[in-house]
Each structure stands twice: as structure tokens, then as C-alpha cells.
């Protein structure tokens, strides 16, 4: 049994696959229209949602499946003090596949190495939305017909941006793919991006704080909302909320194949003047998204099918336990109960530790 909490657990050629379904069910929906009779999906939204959430429950009816619902962090136990752990243990007992967003990083691994059905991560704080990624991937399949040799710029936050994090996880196992990471300074891309991904990668990578002296380079263009949320400075965000606004003088220069994405929602980073352009793909990635999730629960279930087994985690890997404690504040092991601190090495030479859950590198090390 298998989950989905970053988008690196699944394999370029299982990409390729889910790519194939999706394409299928786009093609013949009728035929997968009873291919979850009897399942269950409980969509446990702890932040607030609309393609995910509903996407997933419309995939899942789509799939002749049933649906159990928690939105809002208000409006289950977790308000009453539950720890993620027993709430996906107990969820677990009500449903055969569990999708979850939580604002804390980490909280849909632990969700997972709790839970007894697959769970999937719709959005752990500001660190991975892989199924966004996947309706990411299938649009630029559509419109591009291939994911190497491209020239992808990001714009806008890229610092809590997880839809950006998991899209570049996901490029970098592509050849000649060039990243074009264009934002303040303040919203960087994270380090752990920087030096366990991209530096780690064949891909190259280019910063700016300039929209306009890139755009004419770029294949993909991927606005992103300022995270109002993730700030914990209110002056921080009005500073910096108006970086980037992509307009139709903005597109002048931009190249005729030019495909726009924006995995929404969208605050005024891109005009709505735009989405007439033919160049304008945002929509058609809300459209795809369902369909690489129907896709997925499928996958999932399947696997669940084969193998009932639930997979430890941890189980083989070179870990450091409870020696350093995480110090940021989003990481699920600020919160939960008992959760142990573990860290994996990521340069044994200069003993660079990162924690499990959030990827915040250890300090005191
Ligand atoms: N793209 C995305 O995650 O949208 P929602 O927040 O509406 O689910």
C-alpha cells in the first residue's frame, strides 16, 4: 500500500502512466464511471479549499465511489487537541483512501505513517502539493507534448509556494530543463530546493527579481499568488503582495507558444484580461487536475488492492533521532504529541542534517 506525500514517490515512468489514465478517462469517461463502487475518499480539508477539495470529491464521485468530508480546522476533533496521528488512524477506519491539507508541514507524513488505507497529500503547510503537480503536469503534457528542453520560469513567492516546490521536485528529473526563479529576495525559493534539488540536479537555474527582462526566454510561465497565510508579518506581505502582475503589456514580448500557468487561486497576479489569451492555461489546469486525480485514487486503491501492507517510512533509511530538535514553527513536530524529531543526513561530509518532516536544516550541528 502506497501514499502520495511528495511528489518524488512516484517514478517518471508512473508519471507517464497516470498521464496515460488521466488521458483515458478524458477520453472514455463512461468507462471508469463504477471503477471505485463501495470506496470510500475522506477529504480532510484543514485549510481552506476549492480545486482541491472539490476535485477530489467530483473525482471520486466521478469513479462511482462515496465521499466523507471535514473542512475547516473548526470542525472536527483535531479542534479539541487530537493529534494527526489518531485522527488519520481513526479516519482510516471509516474509508479506503484519505486525501489531506493541514497548514502544517510534515502533517500529511505523519498523517500517512499512521493512517492503515493510502493517504495523499493535498497540500502540507508551505512545503508540497503534489497532486497539483499533477494536474501541473498533465497541462504542460497537453500543451507542450513533453516536459525536457523546456524553459520554465516561476514568478511571485516562490518561498511558500508548495505547488512551485513540488513542480520543480517534479521537472528536475527531466534533461535540459532550465528553471527561471524570478521573485523578491525576500520570497526566495527555500534551501532545501536550492541545494537537495536543484543543485543536485542536471537541471540549471537562474535567479532575477525581473519578469520582464526574462519573459521573451520562457516556454512555461508559472504565476503564483502571494501567501497572505504563511506571513507572520502583516506590514511584510502589503509590502510585497503587488511584486508581480502580469499583464497583457507584459505578454508583448513573450513567446506566440508561451504557456501560462497559475495553480489558483488568483489575487490580481495576472490580469483577467489575459485569460482570453490563447497562451492562458490556468483553466485548463483546474480541468486537469480532477482527472489526475481520478487517476491517482485509482492507482492508489489499486495498489491497495495488491498490497495491504502499509510500509514504514523510516524503515531503512539513515536517520538521526531526537538528537537535534526542528526549529521552525510550521513543522508538524512542533505540535504533535510525542512525535519524535528525526533528521536524515544530506551531506555526511560537512554533516548537513535536514528534519523528516519540513526539511528545515538542524541547527547546532
Ligand atoms: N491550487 C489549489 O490548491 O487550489 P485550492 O487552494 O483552491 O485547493
Redesign the pocket.
Known amino acids: 500500500m502506497r501514499n502520495l506525500i511528495d511528489i518524488l514517490d512516484l517514478t517518471c515512468e508512473e508519471l507517464d502512466e497516470l498521464i496515460a489514465l488521466a488521458e483515458d478517462i478524458i477520453k472514455d469517461p463512461k468507462k471508469y464511471a463504477h471503477a471505485a463502487d463501495g470506496k470510500i475518499l475522506s477529504a480532510l480539508f484543514f485549510e481552506?479549499?476549492?480545486?482541491?477539495?472539490l476535485s477530489f470529491e467530483s473525482a471520486m464521485h466521478s469513479l462511482g465511489g462515496n465521499v466523507l468530508s471535514v473542512t475547516g480546522a473548526g470542525s472536527s476533533s483535531t479542534a479539541k487537541g487530537e493529534s494527526i496521528a489518531d485522527t488519520a488512524k481513526t479516519v482510516s477506519l471509516y474509508s479506503d483512501i484519505i486525501a489531506m491539507?493541514h497548514p502544517l508541514e510534515g502533517s500529511a507524513f505523519v498523517a500517512g505513517n499512521n493512517a492503515t488505507v493510502p493517504v495523499i497529500n493535498a497540500?502540507d503547510g508551505g512545503h508540497c502539493?503534489p497532486t497539483?503537480t499533477l494536474a501541473d503536469l498533465l497541462t504542460i503534457s497537453r500543451e507542450k507534448g513533453r516536459f525536457d528542453n523546456l524553459t520554465v520560469g516561476f514568478c511571485g513567492d516562490l518561498k511558500y509556494g508548495r505547488?512551485v516546490h513540488s513542480l520543480i521536485s517534479a521537472l528536475s528529473r527531466y534533461s535540459g530543463v532550465k528553471f527561471v526563479l524570478i521573485s523578491p529576495a525576500e520570497l526566495a525559493i527555500p534551501k532545501y530546493v536550492r541545494y537537495e534539488i536543484l543543485e543536485k540536479s542536471s537541471a540549471s537555474f537562474f535567479e532575477t527579481t525581473s519578469l520582464e527582462e526574462v519573459i521573451p526566454t520562457l516556454d512555461v510561465l508559472y504565476m503564483t499568488r502571494i501567501q497572505r497565510e504563511r506571513f507572520f508579518d502583516e506590514a511584510e506581505y502589503e509590502r510585497l503582495k503587488d511584486s508581480y502582475v502580469l499583464t497583457v503589456e507584459k505578454l508583448e514580448n513573450a513567446k506566440k507558444d508561451l504557456s501560462i500557468l497559475h495553480?489558483?487561486?488568483r489575487v490580481n497576479e495576472i490580469s483577467v484580461k489575459i485569460d482570453s489569451d490563447p497562451r492562458a492555461c490556468y483553466f485548463k489546469q483546474v480541468e486537469n487536475g480532477k482527472y489526475m486525480r481520478m487517476a491517482l485514487i485509482l492507482k492508489l486503491l489499486q495498489d491497495a488492492e495488491n498490497d495491504k501492507t502499509k510500509k514504514d517510512e523510516f524503515a531503512g533509511k539513515k536517520l538521526v533521532v531526537n538528537k537535534f530538535r526542528c526549529d521552525n514553527p510550521r513543522c508538524i513536530s512542533s505540535t504533535e504529541q510525542e512525535l519524535e524529531h528525526v533528521f536524515k543526513p544530506v551531506d555526511e561530509e560537512k554533516q548537513i542534517y535536514r528534519c523528516f518532516y519540513c526539511e528545515a536544516k538542524a541547527k547546532n550541528n
Open positions: 481552506p479549499s476549492t480545486r482541491t477539495r491539507r497540500g502539493h497539483q505547488t495553480p489558483l487561486p
